[in-house]
C-alpha cells in the first residue's frame, strides 16, 4: 500500500511540472479577432519580449470554429502603402518579425480566406479572397536578436 | 511558341527608376544579375533564378524585378500572387529549400521579416500600389538562391 502511494505521488510530482508549462503556455498565446491595427500586435510582443530586442511572431489562423485554417491569407493595409497578404502554411501559420523600432506604422492585419482551387488568372483579389468571419489569429511571441542590417 | 506560353524573361529593366527616382545603388546589382543570372522554363511557367552565393547577396527590388513582365500584362498583381521560393545548400552542398529560415522585406512603410515556409515558399499577395512601392527583399547570407516563380496556371494554394 506504501509502494502503491509513493507511486502515486512520483507520478503527481512527475506530472505537475508538465500542467505548469501548458498553463504558462496558454498565457503566452494571445488571440486577436477581426481586423486590428499592427501597432497593437507589435505592443503586445514588446510588451512580452522587452523593447530592446527583435519581435517575433507565430500566428496561427483558425476559424470561428477553432479549427486550423490551412493556407489562410495575413492581409496587412498599409495606407499610401496599398496591401500586402501572405499566405499561411497548411497548417495556418505564419510567421513574421520585426527589428526593433522597424515599423512606425498605422497598418491594419486581417484574415482572409481563398477557396481552394481559384483560378488566380481569371479573378481578381478582391473578388476571389474573402474574410474569415470569426476568424483568430492565435499569437505566440518570442524575441530574436536581429542581425545587421545591410546598407 | 504557344499562345499560352509564358516567355522567359532574361533581359532586366535599365537604371531608370521611374517616379520613385531610387539610387543607381540598387540599379547596378540589378544589372550584374542580369548577367549573372539565369532563367529556365521550368515546364509549367517561367521560372527565373540567380546565383546568390557567397558574397553576392543581393538586394532585391521587387518591382524592378517584375516590371516588364508587368508591364506586358505577363503578370497581373491584382489577381496572381508573386511566389518566392528559396534555397540553401546542406552540409553535403546539396540544394534543399530553405524552409524555415527568414527574408526581410523592406520599403517606404518600413521594415519585417517573413519566414519561409517548409516548402522554401514566401507567397504574396499585392496590390497595384504595393506592387509598385519597390517593395525589397533582402536575402540572408543563409538563403543562397531565390526564385521568382510565376506559374503559368496559378491556382491557390500556391504550394
Not at chain 2, 543570372?37 to 532585391?60: K, M
Not at chain 2, 518566392?84 to 529549400?97: H, K, Y
Not at chain 2, 529560415?101 to 507567397?123: A, C, E, H, M, S
Request: aromatic share 10%; proline share 6%; charged share 20%.
Amino acid at each position: 500500500m506504501k509502494l502503491c502511494r509513493g507511486a502515486i505521488l512520483a507520478v503527481a510530482l512527475s506530472v505537475l511540472p508538465l500542467a505548469g508549462c501548458g498553463v504558462a503556455g496558454a498565457q503566452d498565446q494571445r488571440e486577436f479577432r477581426g481586423p486590428f491595427p499592427l501597432a497593437e500586435l507589435i505592443a503586445a510582443g514588446v510588451e512580452q519580449v522587452g523593447p530592446d530586442t527583435g519581435v517575433e511572431i507565430r500566428m496561427e489562423v483558425r476559424g470561428a470554429d477553432g479549427a486550423v485554417v490551412p493556407y489562410a491569407l495575413v492581409q496587412l493595409d498599409w495606407g499610401d502603402g496599398g496591401r500586402t497578404a501572405f499566405q499561411s502554411d497548411v497548417e495556418g501559420v505564419f510567421w513574421i518579425r520585426f527589428p526593433p523600432f522597424a515599423l512606425d506604422s498605422e497598418a491594419v492585419v486581417s484574415l482572409r480566406t481563398i477557396p481552394h482551387g481559384t483560378d488566380f488568372v481569371v479573378e481578381d483579389y478582391a473578388s476571389f479572397s474573402r474574410p474569415l468571419e470569426g476568424g483568430v489569429a492565435a499569437v505566440r511571441f518570442s524575441s530574436y536578436v536581429p542581425a545587421a542590417t545591410r546598407g | 511558341m504557344s499562345a499560352s506560353t509564358r516567355p522567359i524573361e532574361c533581359e532586366r529593366r535599365p537604371a531608370g527608376r521611374g517616379a520613385r527616382g531610387r539610387m543607381l545603388g540598387v540599379a547596378a546589382p540589378l544589372a550584374l544579375l542580369a548577367f549573372t543570372g539565369g532563367a529556365q522554363d521550368s515546364g509549367g511557367g517561367t521560372r527565373i533564378e540567380f546565383d546568390l552565393h557567397g558574397e553576392f547577396v543581393f538586394d532585391v527590388d521587387l518591382t524592378e524585378d517584375f516590371y516588364h513582365r508587368y508591364r506586358a500584362g505577363l503578370f497581373v498583381p491584382e489577381s496572381e500572387p508573386l511566389v518566392m521560393r528559396a534555397t540553401t545548400l546542406d552540409d553535403d552542398g546539396d540544394v534543399i529549400m530553405a524552409g524555415g529560415k527568414y527574408l526581410r522585406f523592406t520599403w517606404d512603410q518600413g521594415t519585417f521579416d517573413v519566414r519561409i515556409d517548409r516548402n522554401g515558399l514566401v507567397v504574396l499577395h499585392m496590390d497595384d500600389q504595393a506592387a509598385m512601392s519597390h517593395l525589397t527583399t533582402v536575402l540572408p547570407p543563409t538563403v543562397s538562391s531565390m526564385a521568382r516563380e510565376f506559374p503559368e496556371y496559378p491556382n491557390h494554394p500556391i504550394q
